[in-house]
């Protein structure tokens, strides 16, 4: 029954589309650019080199020292959700290893360091509790060693992980409520970390979340319904569009306070995180380029364009209708007045896109109303777009890298760019020795065709200021466990020892022959003295 609805949902829509073409042009935002006319020859000289890492997945410490439960620590101690039955308890003990791993990061000789904040060690509790002095301690140590090394934080504030308090009390990002926590939090990071921290990102990969968390069920809190996934409750039609709202808000509220009560005085710059891919289309037919587009505009500019421009991509609102939830005119105001100062691009594969709407399309990821129309795979005719990885999800397509940037340089109107992730997915074969762990020649092969590609973006006039290698060591890899590698250091999981890989050896010959240097703000020198 659900096919035939289906079916007569594509047929209707179809026939509307085919009345009025302007309604799947995704591209309707698109501007110029204000100004390519000088480009560079190599990266920028205060572009930061860097390696990137977020909270659940390397901690550990899962309750030390008063660390109240997340909705990770939660939903990885439920049967059947990771993959090999691991979880993040100890991830890379970075709680209490951080101060070696912040010297192997120096022997990279890398100018950044992107990390989270875990939401529950500050506010075990969320509002509704104190602060954890402890956490507090532990991130602004974390800072002040890097700082002593002359490496920048780049700070994101929510990584996936919010405290299970506000899951249980109001059901976390579905609600309005989660807006006032935000903000709390928020304002507790930059009241103690923001003398210090001069780049900062609200949100890591929303798009992910929403999707994942409340479409597919696949990540906290587990909520689908009907064929996409296998959940006990949810709204796949609806809630993922409720708790993307609720987090444009909150990116919104976040940057506000920022904006009022600490910019003036910390100098520092504020942005968000999407996890953009390249979508190609599978044909050189229009319905398929158009599909291409929308999958961007369902994928990332889902999230892209209301914080900047202060709406939802038009396609969105036409194919969604009332699915979507809309912005008050306050709300408008609010999100075009405080905008952000950067756009951070996690890029890792390519995908290819076949249109949903003018021909019948196999199901499958993006096929549906609710996810834009479109079919992507990473294959066709069986072929797939690039060499593969560790990760099926994953293939060697540098391509994207360079089209993305440029995409998003185009449609935000060069707003400035940091690759805040891309790296490269090993999969953690048992049978293979630590050596040839070590010896990771195709992260290297990987790692040299993106950052090539990347300066090609650059060259053509891309304001892109740094590139962050996920990761810095091997780590617990969401739902996939302890089976994905991608450090530039190798971990042994039982023991935790940090052992240099081949990459690692790369990058860091890679950095010093850019002749980074790290433009350190100010006010290091006056903290540290202090
Ligand atoms: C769905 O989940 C239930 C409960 O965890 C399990 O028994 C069942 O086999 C799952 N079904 C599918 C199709 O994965
Ligand atoms: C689309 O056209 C371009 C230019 O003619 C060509 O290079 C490309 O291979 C075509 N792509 C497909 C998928 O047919
Ligand atoms: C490891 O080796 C065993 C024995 O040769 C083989 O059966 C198994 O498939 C291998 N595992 C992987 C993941 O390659």
């Known amino acids: 029954m659900g096919v035939v609805t289906l079916e007569k949902a594509l047929f209707l829509l179809a026939i509307t589309i085919a009345t009025s073409p302007a309604l799947i042009v995704c591209n309707n935002l698109r501007i110029k650019i204000k100004d390519s006319s000088v480009p560079s020859s190599s990266f920028p000289s205060n572009f930061l080199f860097g390696t990137a890492s977020s909270s659940y ?23 059947g959700k990771i993959i090999d039955g691991s979880n993040g308890d100890v991830a890379v003990d970075h709680y209490h290893r951080y101060l070696e791993d912040v010297d192997l990061m120096e022997s990279l000789g890398v100018s950044s360091y992107r990390f989270s904040i875990s939401w529950a060690r500050i506010l075990p509790k969320g509002r509704f509790g104190g602060v954890n ?48 926590d935000f903000v709390y939090y928020v304002d507790i990071c930059f009241k103690s970390f923001g003398d210090r ?15 994942n968390g409340y479409r597919n069920g696949k990540y906290p809190p587990g909520r689908c319904s009907g064929q996409f996934g296998n959940c006990t409750d949810g709204d796949s039609e609806n809630e993922p569009f409720i708790a993307a709202h609720n987090m444009i808000l909150s990116h919104a509220a976040a940057v506000h306070i920022y904006r009022t009560k600490y910019q003036k005085d910390q100098g520092g710059s504020i942005g968000i995180v999407l996890e953009i891919g390249w979508f190609e289309p599978v044909s050189n037919s229009t319905a398929d380029k158009l599909a291409a587009e929308r999958a961007q505009c369902f994928f990332s500019n889902w999230f892209l364009d209301p914080i900047i421009y202060g709406k939802y991509p038009t396609v969105m609102q036409n194919i969604l209708g009332s699915n979507l939830p809309k912005f008050t005119s306050n709300e408008v105001e609010r999100l075009k007045k405080t905008g952000l100062d950067f756009i951070g691009i996690n890029h890792y594969t390519a995908f290819y896109v076949q249109d949903c709407i003018y021909s019948p399309c196999e199901a499958g990821y993006g096929s549906s109303r609710t996810e834009g129309l479109y079919r992507s795979s990473p294959y066709k005719n069986g072929v797939p777009i690039g060499d593969p990885t560790g990760g099926y999800w994953q293939h060697v397509y540098p391509q994207g890298m360079e089209k993305a940037v440029m995409y998003i340089m185009e449609r935000y109107d060069n707003i400035p760019m940091f690759i805040t992730e891309n790296g490269y997915c090993e999969f953690n074969n048992p049978n293979l020795t630590t050596e040839e762990f070590l010896n990771d020649v195709k992260r290297v092969q990987f790692m040299a065709v993106y950052l090539d590609a990347l300066l090609r973006a650059i060259r053509k006039g891309a304001d892109v200021r740094g590139y962050f290698v996920w990761s810095l060591l091997d780590n617990f890899e969401w739902t996939d466990g302890y089976t994905a590698r ?10 935790l020892k940090r052992t240099l890989k081949l990459s690692g050896t790369w990058y860091k010959q ?5 002749k980074v240097k790290a433009l350190m703000p100010k006010q290091n020198g006056e903290h540290l003295q202090s």
């Open 57 to 79: 997945q390397f901690e550990g410490g899962y309750v030390a020292d008063g660390k109240g439960l997340s909705n990770w620590d939660v939903f990885t101690h439920k049967p």
């Open 510 to 514: 890679f950095i010093a022959e850019h």
């Open 133 to 180: 002095q402890a956490g507090i301690n532990f991130y602004s140590n974390l800072i002040d060693a890097l700082l002593r090394k002359g490496i920048q934080p780049l700070v994101t504030l929510h990584h996936y992980d919010i405290p299970q308090e506000l899951q249980d009390r109001y059901g976390g990002w579905l609600s309005p409520k989660s807006q006032e």
């Open 486 to 495: 991608f450090g530039l250091y190798h971990v042994d999981f039982s023991t």
């Open 197 to 211: 921290v001069k780049h900062w990102v609200t949100f890591n990969e929303p798009n992910i979340q929403a999707a």
